[in-house]
């Protein structure tokens, strides 16, 4: 964490600023989506924070580490959000659940840079395994509808899939990706 | 552990965490479940499947687009305003005189120096701006909208294709227009929904709080809308119609909802192509006439609507994915 750089923004450093932007918007923007699965409106917290914190970057004291500072606004962010007129965009109770199931100092914030390679190694998948794997985890469809969908057999799906998985490992272990183990809850 | 592959190990791991076990595959992982191994093969897949779930999800975001929003909302200019305001403002017009020198090279440059704004949505997205004067834009898929960076005191004026419903902040000396080809819409302040699509045969204002004046293109009268109501103009033969609506189903799309009453099928076709950017065909005759009502959340997929449908209005429809073009869905009569 290079808290160094927090000194720099403080005194107007906009491309230290910039720096901070790059390595933490989208990830907190995807935080930000984990909990009110809506990218758009995360998008829109998530700058709005950042504004805030130039604004206020004078005033604003860091006491643990940037990050939790970071990961701390933008969960105040979303209980102003879920106070405000426009927050029919989500459904209230579940955020609230997984606010409260989530703690913030238990949330593994990583860099853009970390996410980003994941997703290189995933882009040297095969072009079928790629697409199969993000119908299932990131679009959530079932094998059967991925079939349906790439017009393919259900057991090819399956196959496609523990190939992927099996690669993944392999790589994300060969460049020390998978050393945390944050799961709190299954 | 004996006797089992290490791989099949894996394999299972995959299965069980994408919820894809059969009754007797379900049978074999409770048999090896409380091993070491299988436990950390069960880490490890969930931990595979969240980072890249997390590697797709941070690809659609647009930094550059929200850098752009950032930076401008940061911008010296905005500092030098908020600085400004603190003194009186004789104050302010002296130093003003004397920053000018000072300042206009580092104002202007190429970021600030567009004035006119221009969004291309296209279909399947949608987006939200925040005006210079506070007003709020929800911008529909398929939409076209232009804006100036800042409004002057003498007009707001922004150009629309597309559909957008705004939620105007108000000032009583200068109007919001909304100019779109069929059109003029002139508002104080007050919250309403345009949809003025190319494709579309009709021009519609619907209003959902406060007054709007609508006027034609050529600056014309044409008329003045109370709250629920709805005026349709015919791009064509310039006929209008002003009726009373419901306006949940005009407002609905902002919460990334619909809400159908009794909404004709065909009707309902033109929203999803343009939320789920596919290509949708009624293959029958009274299809399109079907009447369907709920609620459907853009958030979630088509797939478990389309089989809604399937289910209660005895129609079948069918998904064809293409690589190189829109996925298609073809509905039909059973």
Redesign the interface.
Known sequence: MEEWNWDNIKSGD?QA??LL??DY???L??YA?SLI????LS??I??DC??RI??RKESIQIKSSLKYYLLVSVRNAIYTYLQSPES??VDINTVVERLENIAVDEYNLEK?ET??R??RL?EELPNQQKKI??L????????K?IA????ISVNTV?TQ??RA??F??ER?NRNE??L??F?KKN | MNGMDKNRVWDLCVKKVNDELDANEEKEFEKIKGYKETQKALRQVKLIRIKSSNSFLIQKIDKEKNWKHINRQISQFRQVRNFLMNFSKYAAIFLIALLVGVMVPKLFTPESQETKNRIELERGQMGKITLSDGTQVWLNSGTIFEYPTTFDNKERSVTLIGEAQFKVTHNDKVPFEVKTKTGIIKVYGTTFDVSAYKDDPDLTVTLIEGVVTVEKSNGNYLATLKPSEQLRINKHSGQTTIQQVNTDFYSSWIDGKIYLNRTKLSELVIMLERWYNVNIQLVGDKVGDIEVSGTISKGKSLNPFLKILERMYGVKCELKAYNNKKDEIIISKN
Request: net charge neutral.
């Open positions: 906009k600023f910039r932007f790059d918007y989208s990830p923007c995807q989506n699965n809506n990218l758009e998008q829109d998530v700058s950042f504004i130039w604004e029919r965009k853009e996410i980003r994941v997703y995933i794997l993000e299932a985890v990131f679009r959530g469809k079932t094998y509808e349906e969908i790439l017009e399956n899939m523990c998985y099996r993944l490992r994300l990706l998978l945390w183990f799961f």
